[in-house]
């Protein structure tokens, strides 16, 4: 009798541990497992749980943790994102209700942006040369990007050099080179026209100038119309009766001689394209078209302060006389013998 009592308790455990019987009497199932896939874009990793394939007891709660590689930043987390937490989050949470597979995305963290600002200059000359790529304003980068550039000078001028922020151009004396984008940069391709040799005859003298852009004189110098020793970066010369007037590369002009008239008075003349010298008066071209005079206006020959869209001009004894650019001529100053009689003039 003692022996079958312990036998009975015996057989309730192995039944217990066998998963044969449960409370009420009831079999206990087997808990439910579902896969977790877990994988990442480019750019970063997932270090929690890590990466691949995981399995996991229905109802589990599993800590992800995404880490971005440098110059990457963690996007959120896609695919079967129903029972995570924070889709948004770097370090969120899933919960196991089902098989799973999501992806870490990231995204590269955007470059910084630039403005690279490009002119050119001509130093006061018309149309003598551009920026042809990437072209002329303001154009935006990304910090790095290597930008070539182009500077195209016309037929009759030459490029010179790049100015302005020009650390990381790879060659500034170059009309063909690279920049390298790290900062908001302006730079400027500056152009000048080339020095033509050339003469021009006064009153009693004769002005030379060389291809250097020096310039020589010779014949009578009784009002130092002669004294050009040391002009320098001069592109055209033009002889009065008794003064000679320079034009420099940068636009601004030189003279000497005679100025009783204030024929001479041209030193804060900039921005000209061209200088005629007449008897007592001298004028200029402007870039853009419109002219200036100085000196005696008695005939009226430096009212050309009206004149606009002009290309040449000349300047004589008592008058001046421009080229338009549709080939009309307009004249100024004394009409004897006709000489301003050109109204009907089209020399295109």
């Not at 599993?62 to 924070?86: H, S």
């Not at 008058?319 to 013998?337: C, E, K, P, Q």
């Amino acid at each position: 009798m003692k022996n079958r009592i312990l036998l009975i308790p015996l057989a309730v455990m192995l039944a217990l541990s066998g998963g044969l019987i449960g409370c009420g009497g009831e079999e206990v199932p087997e808990a439910t497992e579902y896969t977790l896939t877990i994988s990442s874009t480019a750019g970063g990793s997932v270090t929690n749980p890590g990466e691949g394939t995981f399995t996991y007891d229905d109802g589990t709660l599993v800590n992800l943790v995404a880490e971005p590689e440098a110059g990457y930043y963690f996007v959120n987390w896609i695919g079967d994102v129903d029972t995570i937490a924070n889709v948004n989050a770097v370090a969120t949470t899933i919960t196991m209700n089902d098989s799973y597979s999501i992806t870490a995305k990231f995204e590269a963290i955007p470059a910084a942006q630039y403005n690279l600002t490009i002119s050119s200059t001509t130093e006061g000359w018309l149309l003598c040369g551009n920026v042809t790529t990437p072209g002329e304003g303001t154009f935006i980068y990304s910090s790095g990007t290597v930008v070539n550039l182009v500077a195209q000078a016309e037929e009759v001028c030459q490029f010179v050099g790049w100015t302005g922020d020009v650390g990381t151009i790879a060659d500034v004396n170059a009309a063909t080179t690279t920049i390298t984008i790290n900062g908001d940069y302006s730079i400027r391709a500056n152009f000048r026209p080339y020095v033509y040799r050339m003469l021009a005859a006064g009153g009693g003298h004769t002005v030379g100038l060389k291809s250097d852009g020096t310039v020589v004189a010779v014949g009578s110098n009784a009002y130092g119309q002669c004294n050009v020793v040391g002009w320098t970066d001069i592109i055209q010369v033009s002889a009065g009766d008794w003064h000679t007037v320079g034009l420099r590369t940068d636009g601004t002009v030189v003279a000497v001689g005679d100025n009783t008239y204030g024929q001479c008075n041209v030193v804060d003349w900039s921005a000209i394209l061209q200088v005629a010298a007449g008897y007592w008066h001298t004028v200029g071209l402007k870039d853009g078209g419109t002219m200036v005079a100085v000196g005696d206006n008695y005939y009226r020959e430096c009212d050309v302060g009206g004149w606009t869209d002009i290309v040449h001009v000349a300047a004589g004894s008592r008058h001046t006389a421009g080229l338009r650019s549709d080939g009309t001529v307009v004249a100024a100053g004394s009409n004897a013998y006709g000489r301003c009689d050109v109204g009907g003039w089209d020399l295109f």
